[in-house]
């Protein structure tokens, strides 16, 4: 089992940064690929940004790309999410999850794939 905690949600203005943190504990040396993804009122779950654990690659959806980076500390169990330039459409509920069994990178996409999930921060954007 994994157990995944969100933490740096908050109020922001747009244009803002706000730096997302996900501490993972238990048996953390399983974990193949940790992810981010968020869901807004009314819409499915996204995308967001995924790293894997053992090398660093870094993957991003394209609504992110440029002002998101996620990046994994393995000596602290945990993943960040930085994010820089935010849009009122960034708002929504965010998500860490990790992958625990083995996967292409093509399966860091989807939320299905994954195994584990936190609790959710929200990240609110004012205009």
């Known amino acids: 089992q994994v157990q995944l905690v969100e933490s740096g949600g908050g109020l922001v203005q747009a244009g803002g940064s706000l730096r997302l943190s996900c501490a993972a504990s238990?048996?953390?040396?399983?974990?193949?690929?940790m992810g981010w993804f968020r869901q807004a009122p009314g819409k499915e779950r996204e995308f967001v940004a995924a790293?894997?654990?053992?090398?660093?690659?870094?993957y991003y959806a394209d609504s992110v790309k440029g002002r998101f980076t996620i990046s994994r500390d393995n000596a602290k169990n945990t993943v960040y999410l930085q994010m820089n330039s935010l849009k009122p459409e960034d708002t929504a509920v965010y998500y860490c999850?990790?992958?625990?069994?083995?996967?292409?990178?093509?399966?860091?996409?989807?939320?299905?794939?994954?195994?584990?999930w936190g609790q959710g921060t929200q990240v609110t954007v004012s205009s």
């Open positions: 790293v894997t654990w053992s090398s660093g690659s870094t």
């Open positions: 238990g048996r953390t040396f399983t974990i193949r690929a």
């Open positions: 999850a990790a992958l625990q069994r083995y996967a292409s990178s093509s399966a860091y996409y989807f939320a299905s794939r994954y195994d584990y």
